[in-house]
């Protein structure tokens, strides 16, 4: 067992010198340590936000309004400016055409590239197709397609145009992507009819008609040539009545293939928008309902991917930047940020683990990767599995988010890569960044995210709403970041954003996870506080527990539940997925309580250890702990859960409610 803080990493003094926040502190004129620099940032929002504008020349006019003003919720930043996220991001297209921008890989082998002037040169050709098309300033454009090139360029063309985008991943059912881009109305779709994951080819073509049918505003659906399609996909069929014509209301509007849309040559122009002009629309889960539209702006986003990504990251031109990612999570968003800063980014469309689990670690060496990112899942995977990274001599940095890596999983990296600084984020779709992670300037100790970011004013409330150190309280931020939402779409008066972060601590968002902020500045993250453990009036995260049972090699994946209510105890009830070959033994059943008892307590061990053939989790690999939780208390699965919005359906059926 690997002991929580255990030191693991700390920068040499050259890595200290060359970081990037480094070279931003001399600028600043600040000497002084990270925990100063932060101190200042979160103590004059205005001041730090504004330095970040011009230390990186955001292209864009400034305005004479004030960088900020009003609280939270309602905040408003740099008002009077104007900006274009693609205008930033393309802005070196012109000086530097030649640069590599884009690599593309697919588990079927294709690799496809991009520099600047031919990233450029696509985004102004599909601008001009989607202008065309009647697209302008606030439409929304709507894309059900993989992590591919096209999916990037028409994103870029979208917001250079001050339209509005929002996609999900073709793995998503069609009532889930239905329950999304209906609430937004979009004017155009951009779809493939399949895609490829662990060896096998997926048609969609009948969920694209579907989707298409239930969006009566759009005016056109443009199909993209599918991902290793058969020699012939992609070519205009009569899959639609009246294709190429006009359609009617509530026909999906006109069918054109993606060679139409970008035939014609136009220029690359950009629509200059206020500072919170909506950028794109993201989602909530949706496993417990209808997902929230959250809608970021294109100041906010600019700003804060040029802060993350360069100061926590460490990332700028001559980086290749990977993160393993599908266009239905936020991490594409983030990903694609990469351009900002002058990385080459790196695309890919697949199973993370198809031939084998060490298919993305392959992929990192083969294309030179210098900071690697994946869902902690990946890389505890990774240490079960025995897998040894090799050729990765590029490679300065390893992300991990999504769910919280175990102390184990920090020390695997360590071992595994000694030279690389392992960065744990932990923050949400909600900002599209994270309030908690790594900077080159600290070291990294096993389990512990090295500090709060620049410009988040993150602290732990007790039950009564104040401060702690040391102890573990609600994740909340008590002062804006500009990448906080401008909004959720069709919430008019505000009323449904504000329930969702500020409903607890008026003027506080409470961002829903439990957190343990040290002395020292470094974070504990131990998972969403909906999902807590309460034992006999002892509270703990599920991490915790998820630390000692997956530390098991029998054991591949693990849900625990608490089904406790209104402060009086239930049963916890463990349900694990067993490792190819392992059985759940009584032997390893007295080991695996064992273990529970000495480290965390008696309470918490389980009443019931039941094997299931899956753990069922979100699309971007969350697991499903609430909605399980409902489905034990007697709340129907079809209620309790959005099955489209899963990566596994099927699974939920062996999880049925408590009869005793």
Request: hydrophobic letters at 40%; glycine letters at 12%; charged letters at 20%.
């Amino acid at each position: 067992m690997v002991e929580e803080g255990a030191l693991l990493w700390e920068p040499s003094p050259e890595v200290v010198r060359d970081a990037k926040v480094t070279r931003y502190m001399e600028w600043l004129g600040r000497p002084g340590d990270y925990d100063s620099l932060w101190r200042w940032s979160v103590d004059d929002p205005a001041g730090f936000w504004t330095s970040v504008w011009d230390y990186f020349g955001v292209a864009g006019e400034r305005g004479d309004g004030p960088v900020l003003s009003g609280t939270m919720p309602g905040a408003e930043w740099f008002a009077g400016s104007t900006l274009n996220y693609a205008a930033n991001a393309l802005r070196r297209a012109a000086s530097d055409p030649g640069r590599l921008a884009v690599v593309a890989r697919d588990e079927t082998g294709e690799r496809r590239t991009l520099t600047l002037g031919e990233l450029a040169g696509e985004v102004a050709r599909v601008r001009a197709g989607l202008a065309a098309l009647g697209v302008g300033r606030g439409d929304r454009v709507a894309a059900y397609a993989p992590n591919v090139p096209e999916t990037l360029i028409a994103f870029l063309a979208t917001a250079s145009l001050g339209a509005v985008w929002s996609s999900c991943s073709p793995d998503f059912g069609a009532s889930s992507v239905i329950d999304r881009f209906t609430q937004i109305e979009p004017k155009v779709l951009i779809a493939v009819d399949g895609y490829h994951y662990n060896g096998r080819r997926f048609d969609r073509s009948q969920v694209v008609r579907d989707i298409a049918a239930k969006l009566p505003t759009l005016v056109a659906r443009v199909r993209v040539p599918s991902p290793g399609a058969p020699a012939g996909a992609g070519t205009p069929s009569t899959e639609a009545s009246g294709e190429g014509t006009a359609g009617a209301a509530g026909d999906g509007g006109r069918v054109i293939d993606w060679a139409e849309l970008r035939a014609a040559e136009g220029p690359l122009d950009f629509e200059p928008v206020p500072f919170g002009h909506p950028l794109w629309i993201v989602y909530s889960s949706g496993t417990t309902g209808l997902p929230k539209p959250i809608v970021h702006g294109h100041g906010g986003v600019v700003l804060e991917h040029l802060k993350a990504l360069s100061f926590h990251q460490d990332l700028g031109e001559g980086d290749v930047f990977f993160w393993y990612t599908t266009t239905g999570w936020m991490m594409w968003n983030y990903l694609v940020g990469g351009l900002l800063v002058g990385a080459t980014v790196v695309l890919y469309d697949g199973s993370a683990a198809h031939p084998g689990t060490d298919a993305l670690w392959r992929l990192a060496a083969e294309e030179g990767v210098t900071y690697f990112g994946v869902g902690a899942p990946y890389i505890v995977t990774s240490m079960k599995e025995g897998v040894r990274p090799e050729g990765l001599e590029a490679l300065r940095g390893v992300g991990s988010t999504g769910s919280p890596l175990p102390p184990e999983g920090f020390a695997w990296i360590a071992e595994a890569l000694p030279a690389v600084q392992l960065g744990s984020f932990s923050g949400g779709t909600d900002v599209c960044t994270g309030f908690v992670g790594a900077v080159p300037l600290l070291p990294v100790r096993a389990g512990v995210i090295p500090c709060r970011c620049l410009g988040a004013k993150v602290e732990a409330f007790d039950p009564s709403g104040r401060p702690v150190i040391g102890e573990v309280g609600e994740l909340v931020l008590t002062a804006p970041m500009p990448s906080m939402p401008v909004m959720f779409w069709n919430d008019p008066d505000g009323a449904r954003y504000r329930e969702s972060y500020f409903a607890d601590y008026p003027g506080v968002w409470r961002h829903g996870d439990w957190i343990k902020i040290l002395p020292d500045g470094g974070c504990v993250i131990y998972g969403r506080s909906d999902s807590t453990l309460n034992r006999g009036g002892v509270r703990m995260g599920t991490s915790e527990f998820y630390r000692v049972v997956e530390r098991f090699t029998e054991i591949a994946d693990s849900l625990v539940i608490d089904t406790g209510q209104l402060g009086q105890d239930g049963r916890l009830l463990l349900y694990v997925t067993m490792a190819e070959g392992a059985e759940l033994s009584g032997d390893l059943l007295a080991r695996l309580r064992t273990a529970l008892r000495e480290e965390l307590s008696p309470r918490h061990v389980p009443n019931e250890v039941i094997e299931v053939p899956g753990i069922p989790r979100t699309l971007s690999g969350k697991k499903l702990e609430v909605p399980v939780r409902k489905i034990l208390l007697g709340v129907p699965a079809e209620k309790a859960a959005n099955l489209d919005a899963m990566a596994n359906p099927e699974v939920l059926s062996h999880f049925t409610p408590n009869e005793d």
